[in-house]
């Protein structure tokens, strides 16, 4: 049983920054791809970034990218999200997710999910 547990949300002001972190109950190494999603009330989930094995192959949604950067560092088995420049929109519970299979990373089909952070941005 695969267990992905998300820190570091907050409240923070526009323009600001956050690092959200993702730690797994077991080897990152042997999770294809990670990724991180957002939900906003009132709306459906949402990709935010993805990267894959080795961190060589890194996917963004256009309305994060310049903004936010997507690593892991598999020795430590946690994936991480750093978010800058945040804007009111990007509030919203981030989830952390894992999938074994390669294919379209932006769709919810995963296979792992955190339980998420709350983010909050205030103009």
């Known amino acids: 049983q695969v267990q992905l547990v998300e820190s570091g949300g907050g409240l923070v002001q526009a323009g600001g920054s956050l690092r959200l972190s993702c730690a797994a109950s077991?080897?990152?190494?042997?999770?294809?791809?990670m990724g991180w999603f957002r939900q906003a009330p009132g709306k459906e989930r949402e990709f935010v970034a993805a990267?894959?094995?080795?961190?060589?192959?890194?996917y963004y949604a256009d309305s994060v990218k310049g903004r936010f950067t997507i690593s892991r560092n598999n020795a430590k088995n946690t994936v991480y999200l750093q978010m800058n420049s945040l804007k009111p929109e990007d509030t919203a519970v981030y989830y952390c997710?894992?999938?074994?299979?390669?294919?379209?990373?932006?769709?919810?089909?995963?296979?792992?999910w955190g339980q998420g952070t709350q983010v909050t941005i205030s103009s």
């Open positions: 077991v080897r990152t190494f042997g999770i294809n791809i």
């Open positions: 997710a894992g999938r074994d299979s390669i294919g379209l990373v932006t769709t919810l089909e995963y296979d792992y």
């Open positions: 990267i894959g094995r080795r961190g060589d192959s890194i």
